[in-house]
């Protein structure tokens, strides 16, 4: 606009009339559980959902979440030959980067891809839909499950198990701050400002995802919440 009026189009800039019909932009942040008694409560109507009678794989998707804390996208779209059971590491490729990413996964989360292999292992996909297995479960259907463990869009999504874990790693186990970052495949930088690789710090990282991973076990033997389906 203050090009249009030098150039002699325009003999007033509109703009700041036009700014109180603007809507001013707000930031919401999802939401999360950061209570550890709550987190607990959480998991364990996890591990009690559908009592036996729901989908499997969503159970198991709703199980490892809480361990691994990635994007919510990834973990459906997760691959049976991205999972190495030797090394127990999961890799793939992080989708809005498009760099590669290593989870470090804690004997907990292999003892559940034990189980889960029995039912999907001879497809390609961990989590496929029940009614076409080349397609993953939906994070739609996620959410849904939550929300039949009684828990409100306000109380808890699925994406909130990454701010669970960034917070509590942080305040309550003290992890480093670069570490959480990193296994949460946000770019970290050292300090002549150049980013790292992704693949870094396996062994710190595969240490902190196993003390998250007793942490969070901890925090379930403190409740013998009754299952919800």
């Known amino acids: 606009m203050q090009f249009a009026i030098a150039m002699g189009v325009l003999e007033i800039d509109p703009i700041p009339s036009l700014r109180i019909l603007l809507r001013t932009h707000k930031v919401t942040h999802r939401s999360t559980i950061l209570d550890p008694l709550e987190l607990g409560k959480l998991l364990v109507r996890i591990d009690g959902y559908g009592g036996g009678r729901g989908y499997f794989a969503v159970r198991y998707a709703m199980q490892i979440m809480p361990y691994v804390f990635v994007r919510t996208n990834e973990l459906i ?36 891809l034990e189980k889960l292999k029995i039912g999907t292992g001879n497809g390609e996909l961990l989590f496929p839909n029940m009614r076409d297995y080349t397609q993953p479960i939906s994070e739609v259907t996620m959410v849904g499950a939550l929300r039949r463990m009684g828990y409100t869009p306000e109380e808890m999504c699925i994406h909130g198990f990454r701010a669970t874990a960034r917070t509590l790693l942080d305040e309550v186990l003290r992890e480093r701050y670069d570490l959480i970052e990193h296994q949460l495949a946000h770019t970290v930088r050292d300090p002549n400002g150049r980013a790292y690789n992704r693949t870094e710090h396996i062994e710190e990282r595969r240490r902190m995802m196993n003390r998250w991973a007793d942490y969070l076990d901890q925090l379930k033997t403190l409740h013998q919440y009754p299952s919800t389906s």
């Not at 691959?79 to 999961?90: A, L, P, S």
């Open 77 to 112: 779209n997760a691959r049976w030959e991205q999972i190495n059971f030797d090394t127990c590491e999961w890799r793939y490729t992080v989708s809005k980067t498009n760099t590669p990413h290593i989870v470090p996964l804690a004997p907990q989360v292999m003892a559940i």
